[in-house]
């Protein structure tokens, strides 16, 4: 089925009453076996419009390593407010660019085969945008595909957007190696004086902000401090750095933010689009900010195969950890039945993972718990679809990136 996130569009929220929310889910896939990924396509629609609603009117280039769904992904371009991918590697962005022609690849590539394809193919080397920061991508792109042999390709400059605190030091990502505008114009120079490249974009994202929630815990007065000092400070160092690269080449785009910051970076007058995916499908590390609740669009059902005691169970499966620090919020979080964790000593498994709760004294063996997934796209790379829930019943499926036969990273 295509997936409409502008039809039936209501201001019912049904996941603010967990136990309805949740029992309907389980109804819904009660006739599918095994594990099971659940899309609820309600909670979705209302995730999409909201992004919209927080963007204030700047476009939002939706990020598929954050959804890694064809159809999710088609589904939210076909929303207005919405335009373009920012992809991941280049081999999925020479796939999306088959059908999609607004693909901005988020990251360097080295990939050869990939480098060699693109610059044979004149339709995508229209439609993708390289991602550098660094002389040496551009040479490697030259000896793979030497530029009087190969298409023009578009690149954009990565210039990296964390805050360097006075008496803190470096605060955000490892990405780029340029920070100040005279470093990304001096790279802008080097870029439009080689033949074969064309310099359109530039991309800054402020991690820090973006991806660091400030509403957790009893550190969120310091993260909160942090984000407003950072926010002042890439306010006029992007100013400055878009002003140098307007001098040096015509900037079709200047990226910024993700679903973390949509109202801060749109707030910035240099920035012309933003990037969000996670917001979509609302992996539980997206729970802790003020700006906005996201609805539990994504889940996973797990069965109950033994109970080691009466306020245990295990189910079979788990360990679906997200990347990022080995830390709690990285594990797969229980939601229903409420109050059961992992142990301590355990957390999750490979194969099996144990939760103890009051609420495992009521589930039996065969009985299903829902799980919601830390990082919102990597839930994609365990499963081959979504099974697509309306209320209390499944309306159709959608193949992941996995379920099409595809593993790009």
Do not use: C
């Not at 991508?137 to 298409?151: C, H, K, S, Y």
């Not at 240099?270 to 990037?275: G, I, K, N, P, Y």
């Amino acid at each position: 089925m295509t997936i409409d996130l502008l039809a039936g569009a209501e201001s019912q929220t049904p996941w603010a009453e967990p136990a309805g929310y949740w029992t309907a889910m389980t109804d819904a896939v009660s006739g599918v076996s095994g594990p099971v990924a659940a899309l609820n396509l309600a909670a979705l629609r209302y995730n999409a419009l909201d992004l919209v609603v927080r963007s204030g009117g700047v476009p939002i280039r939706v990020a598929s390593k954050s959804v890694r769904v064809r159809k999710v992904l088609e589904a939210t371009l076909a929303v207005p407010g919405y335009h373009g991918i920012l992809a991941f590697t280049l081999p999925e962005a020479l796939w999306l660019a088959e059908m999609h022609n607004d693909v901005v690849l988020g990251y360097p590539s080295v990939d050869r085969a990939a480098l060699a394809a693109l610059g044979g193919d004149e339709q995508a080397a229209s439609r993708v945008t390289l991602m550098v920061d660094d002389i040496a991508q551009l040479d490697l792109i030259d000896a793979v595909a030497p530029p009087a042999g190969r298409e023009e390709l578009r690149v954009a400059i990565d210039a990296d957007a964390s805050w360097r605190a006075p008496g803190l030091g470096h605060i955000g990502v490892r990405r780029s190696p340029v920070r100040q505008p005279g470093e990304v114009a001096n790279l802008a120079r080097a870029i439009t004086a080689r033949a074969g490249f064309r310099l359109v974009g530039l991309m800054m994202y402020e991690a820090q902000i973006a991806g660091q929630g400030d509403a957790t815990g009893s550190g969120d007065g310091a993260i909160r401090w942090m984000q407003r000092r950072s926010g002042q400070e890439l306010l006029g160092r992007r100013a400055a750095i878009v002003g140098a690269l307007r001098d040096i080449a015509p900037l079709e785009f200047v990226n910024g933010g993700g679903t973390g910051s949509l109202e801060l970076t749109a707030s910035d007058l240099a920035v012309t689009e933003l990037t969000a995916g996670s917001g979509l499908l609302a992996g539980h590390l997206f729970d802790g900010y003020r700006a906005f609740d996201p609805a539990p669009a994504a889940a996973f059902a797990l069965e109950v195969v033994r109970k080691p005691l009466p306020d245990i169970v295990t189910v079979l499966g788990g360990g679906w950890i997200a990347s990022g620090p080995p830390v709690a919020s990285r594990q797969p979080l229980p939601v229903w039945p409420a109050g059961l964790k992992t142990l301590r000593r355990e957390g999750a498994g490979e194969v099996q993972t144990p939760l103890q709760g009051e609420s495992a004294r009521a589930l039996r063996v065969g009985d299903r718990v829902w799980f919601r997934h830390s990082k919102s796209g990597e839930l994609a790379e365990r499963v081959d679809r979504y099974h697509l829930v309306d209320g209390d019943r499944v309306v159709g499926d959608a193949p992941t990136y996995r379920g099409e036969g595809k593993a790009f990273l």
